[in-house]
């Protein structure tokens, strides 16, 4: 009964690298923005990133922009996020979620679906 899945996190050092995947069902998949949360311990939920239905658009925070790389295959229902050059302060639980609006929304409120989150800590 699995409907979003992540995986891909883990412990890397500074300026290392990390692919995270987040794996849907086809009727939750197709025709959707995917978008990439995170919480660290102590912090609030914050956008990380997003890719619309076809993958023509994304979106990314300014935090992460020029080292996060968001893309999605629709014939396996997967949604990748590649992290490269990442910092301590990157650490925290990144959560996989579902918007049914074909543009792109930086709000939580804006997504349906929503997978149990992978860890990723960066170490210095």
């Known amino acids: 009964q699995v409907q979003m899945a992540e995986s891909g996190g883990g412990l890397v050092q500074t300026g290392g690298s990390l692919r995270v995947s987040c794996a849907a069902s086809?009727?939750?998949?197709?025709?959707?923005?995917m978008g990439w949360f995170r919480q660290a311990p102590g912090k609030e939920r914050e956008f990380v990133a997003a890719i619309n239905w076809n993958g023509g658009t994304t979106d990314y925070a300014d935090s992460v922009k020029g080292r996060f790389t968001l893309s999605r295959d629709n014939a396996k229902n997967t949604v990748y996020l590649q992290m490269d050059s990442l910092k301590p302060e990157d650490t925290a639980v990144y959560y996989c979620?579902?918007?049914?609006?074909?543009?792109?929304?930086?709000?939580?409120?804006?997504?349906?679906?929503w997978g149990q989150g992978t860890q990723v800590t960066v170490s210095s």
């Open positions: 086809e009727r939750i998949f197709n025709t959707a923005t």
């Open positions: 979620a579902r918007s049914r609006f074909i543009s792109i929304f930086r709000t939580s409120d804006k997504y349906d679906y």
